[in-house]
């Protein structure tokens, strides 16, 4: 049985929902094995391995970036910002059985040292099922706005 919209959003939903309250332990664990986390600064790419980018994060670097918000390590996570997400307009561009692939558009606003800032973004998500269940095994953040560079990032997009 084909991955169905439902079921695609329950996971997209899930991980901005631990995004946004800091739950990055367990959010480490929605990702598969071999999944990737990307944020280009061309949001027209598709050729991620050859450009420059915000992330390009594999399961370790996904890891070390944990590491560097929860252990207050970084300067752009002190003081951590609270974030909101506001996920719509999803479309299932392809599915299967076994995987898919859903869009969707994604505004976050960021409340940081009294500044409220916002970044609007087309998000795609490859997922796939595994025994533990849906996992995401490669989520690309396309920025609206690539031209002003993201500074002093303290949350993962």
């Known amino acids: 049985m084909s991955i169905t919209l439902n079921e695609a959003v329950e996971l997209v939903t899930l991980e901005a929902d631990m995004l946004d309250h800091g739950d990055f332990t367990p959010w480490l664990s929605l990702y598969t094995q071999d999944g990737l986390y990307i944020v280009p600064i061309d949001p027209d790419t598709d050729d991620f391995e050859d450009?420059?980018?915000?992330?390009?994060?594999?399961?370790?670097?996904?890891?070390?970036?944990?590491?560097?918000?929860?252990?207050g390590r970084a300067i752009?996570?002190?003081?951590?910002?609270?974030?909101?997400?506001?996920?719509?307009?999803?479309?299932?561009?392809?599915?299967?059985?076994?995987?898919?692939?859903?869009?969707c558009a994604q505004l976050l606003i960021e409340l940081r040292q009294g500044r409220e800032r916002y970044y609007a973004a087309n998000v795609t998500f490859d997922l796939v099922r595994t025994e533990a269940g849906l996992r995401i095994g490669r989520k690309v953040v396309r920025l609206l706005t690539s031209t002003e560079a993201l500074t002093a990032v303290s949350y993962i997009l």
Request: aromatic share 6%; with cysteine; charged share 30%.
């Open 76 to 103: 752009s996570a002190a003081p951590p910002a609270r974030t909101v997400r506001l996920l719509s307009r999803y479309r299932l561009l392809d599915t299967g059985a076994d995987a898919c692939t859903l869009r």
């Open 51 to 71: 450009i420059l980018n915000y992330a390009y994060d594999n399961a370790e670097m996904r890891e070390k970036r944990v590491q560097r918000l929860l252990g």
